[in-house]
């Protein structure tokens, strides 16, 4: 059996990624997702155990000691961390499984697997990023200030990623994540097992 596939997935506050996950997720429910745990306090609307687990600052800090996390960082005031153990089980079940985390969190990822495969998602334009920021009415204007510096840093460091996909039309930009997807799917590296079956 092949090994499953990381795909990292980023993208600043605003740049809509969490509707585009949302929807791709839906059409391929054999992709895992990766649960994070944080420390920020639950926005209206959000479900313990959906997105992430809410934990306390302790309780992240004895998961950080018992190197139960594939990578970690602070963000905004809060520490936000991907458990290893829901990873390495996708990998080594032939499972492909979405972390969504920011660019820090993503080059750790990298160093510690190489072959995961990273996916900016990029807002068409600041104007948009600023109203969708503004729009959401769940953070004070200071938050949202704060949210706002960190899209331009995150958005410097695009160039970090293998593929960049633009959330200007919904549709097309999970159909552009859908596309890699598929693509990586059909790699050499992931077609050993079907030459062996088919030869015999
Ligand atoms: P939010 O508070 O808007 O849900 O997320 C803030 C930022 O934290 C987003 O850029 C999101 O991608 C990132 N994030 C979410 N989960 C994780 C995680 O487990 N690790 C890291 N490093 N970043 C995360």
Do not use: W
């Amino acid at each position: 059996m092949s090994k499953g596939q990381v795909f990292i997935i980023s993208g600043p506050s605003g740049s809509g990624k969490d509707t585009v996950l949302k929807l791709l997720l839906n059409k391929y429910p054999e992709i895992k997702f990766s649960i994070s745990s944080v420390t920020r306090p639950m926005r209206v609307g959000e479900v313990e155990g959906e997105k992430y687990n809410f934990i306390s600052k302790e309780k992240f800090q004895e998961m950080i000691n018992n190197n139960d996390l594939l990578e970690y960082n602070e963000f905004v005031g809060n520490f936000y961390g991907t458990p290893k153990k829901p990873v390495e089980n996708a990998i080594n079940n032939g499972e492909d499984i979405i972390v969504e985390i920011d660019v820090n969190g993503a080059a750790q990822i990298r160093k510690k697997i190489p072959e995961a495969v990273s996916i900016f998602i990029m807002p068409p334009s600041l104007e948009l990023l600023k109203c969708r920021l503004n729009g959401r009415g769940t953070e004070t204007p200071e938050v949202v200030e704060k949210r706002l510096l960190e899209a331009l840093s995150e958005i410097k460091r695009a160039e970090e990623y293998d593929y960049i996909v633009v959330n200007d039309l919904l549709d097309e930009a999970v159909q552009g994540i859908a596309s890699i997807i598929v693509s990586e799917r059909l790699r050499l590296s992931r077609q050993y097992g079907l030459i062996n079956e088919i030869l015999g």
